[in-house]
């Protein structure tokens, strides 16, 4: 039987998030037992200190939400939200240099986190931003991503104009090999979305909804 909850990384990601909206997603996180929580990286701390004891995932992002900073800076708030106890970084791909054609400087970028993430035992996701791209980058983008060393690819930041869309998930997962994970993000707010989601190939919704749609599919359950 599919374990929804195990495959939601419930998210607050809002500009103005405060110390009431961290302290309501953990305890909604601990009531449904989500596979992980997803918190800006001034969060990490806090979140993983309310979530000892428990098998729960402490993910944050990394370069959010545009991606352009240096790799550098990337790297250095990596290792921040690392000791501040990420389990899993969710890194924006450089949108600039992808844009430009600029191939090359984007594989390294993202082979330099993951081999950081990986030294540490952590998990690296690459942010795509598919809205911006057609599905021939979106392909490129997945092999740059996989042969760069990185865990999964995400669809979006949910700060674009348009977030997950399912023939994208499709997409993604035609063009990763099974050892890379996909992570649906980005307007998946009801039940039916995250299923279609999670048929289409996705391993991971990312969602601020994550209680409505555990409390749609345990009415449909019941």
């Not at 092999?143 to 760069?148: G, L, P, Q, S």
């Not at 279609?196 to 599919?217: H, K, L």
Request: hydrophobic share 40%.
């Amino acid at each position: 039987m599919l374990a929804l909850n195990k495959y939601i990384e419930h998210t607050c990601l809002k500009p103005l998030t405060t110390y009431a909206d961290i302290d309501k997603l953990i305890t909604e996180a601990k009531e449904y037992n989500f596979l992980g929580v997803c918190v800006p990286p001034y969060w990490v701390e806090k979140a993983h200190r309310d979530l000892r004891g428990t098998d729960i995932k402490v993910v944050t992002v990394i370069g959010f939400p545009l991606g352009y900073e240096r790799t550098a800076t990337k790297r250095r708030e990596m290792e921040v939200a690392i000791q501040d106890g990420a389990d899993e970084l969710d890194m924006v791909m450089t949108l600039s240099a992808f844009a430009t054609g600029a191939y090359d400087w984007v594989k390294i970028e993202i082979a330099q986190l993951a081999k950081l993430a990986h030294e540490k035992e952590k998990i690296l996701k690459v942010i795509l931003e598919t809205a911006y791209w057609t599905d021939e980058q979106i392909a490129l983008a997945c092999k740059i991503a996989t042969e760069a060393g990185a865990d999964f690819v995400k669809t979006s930041t949910g700060f674009a104009s348009a977030g997950a869309k399912v023939e994208h998930i499709r997409l993604m997962r035609k063009n990763c090999p099974d050892t890379i994970g996909i992570k649906a993000s980005g307007g998946i707010k009801d039940l039916q979305t995250a299923l279609t989601m999670i048929e289409a190939g996705a391993e991971r919704i990312g969602t601020s909804s994550g209680v409505n749609i555990m409390q749609e599919w345990l009415a449909q359950k019941s």
